[in-house]
């Protein structure tokens, strides 16, 4: 029962999934507001976000890019429902697209989006690597990639400087210029982000 329970956290489904969603939405708005911040979002910039859970992140980013246009891709078919629900003011004004799919093969073209960023789904892809080119694959030239986790499995600063060295070398595998990490105190656990442009 705990098992199936904190298997909903990486692909939330039906009625639990649902009540997953409500716990992710509230536990996780100050670490998503300090990652929406490092966007540096701007009002006609085209942003995507990969994994976007109940949708508080998208919110955030609606709010400030009001003449740009957002999109979001998660693989939880109750956190489409639950993310079209919270922005449906954005999805009907069609400044908000959010569908089901994956983050090994995004559904749009090259250099699509100004701004592109995941939050604590990096670490339950198939392939890492694939997925942070498919990133790079919708950015403009000179546009930014975000990563954000909260690693709250990590026990030492001996693992946490691993995660960091682990994630900085497949930025550096993408090709990805100006890399740098960032990092946000919580009581939980510390949040790190990785940023580099393309």
């Known amino acids: ?5 904190m298997s909903q956290f990486e692909n939330p ?4 999934g649902r009540l997953v969603g409500q716990i992710l939405y509230y536990e996780n708005r100050e670490r998503n507001a300090w990652a929406v911040s490092l966007l540096d979002v701007q009002p006609k910039d085209r942003v995507l976000e990969i994994g976007f859970g109940p949708g508080d992140a998208l919110q955030r980013v609606c709010a400030l890019n009001t003449q740009g246009f957002t999109a979001g891709i998660d693989h939880s078919v109750v956190m489409v429902e639950q993310a079209k629900e919270r922005n449906k003011n954005a ?8 569908r089901e799919g ?16 995941t939050i604590n789904s990096l670490h339950i892809w ?14 403009r030239q000179g546009g930014l990639l975000l990563i954000v986790e909260q690693p709250r499995s990590v026990l030492s600063e001996e693992e946490l400087s691993a995660l960091i060295q682990e994630r900085t070398q497949q930025l550096n595998a993408t ?3 100006n890399i740098t990490v960032e990092t946000h105190p919580m009581k939980t656990a510390p949040v790190v982000a990785w940023l580099g442009t393309s």
């Not at 029962?1 to 329970?5: A, C, G, R, S, V």
């Not at 489904?13 to 639990?16: C, E």
């Not at 198939?126 to 950015?139: H, T, Y």
């Open 102 to 117: 994956s983050a090994m093969a995004l559904p749009y073209d090259d250099a699509s989006f100004d701004k592109a960023f």
């Open 13 to 16: 489904q039906g009625i639990m």
């Open 1 to 5: 029962m705990l098992k199936n329970f």
């Open 91 to 98: 999805v009907r004004e069609m400044r908000l697209e959010v």
């Open 175 to 177: 090709g990805l210029l």
């Open 126 to 139: 198939p392939d890492a690597l694939k997925g942070l080119m498919e990133m790079k694959r919708v950015l």
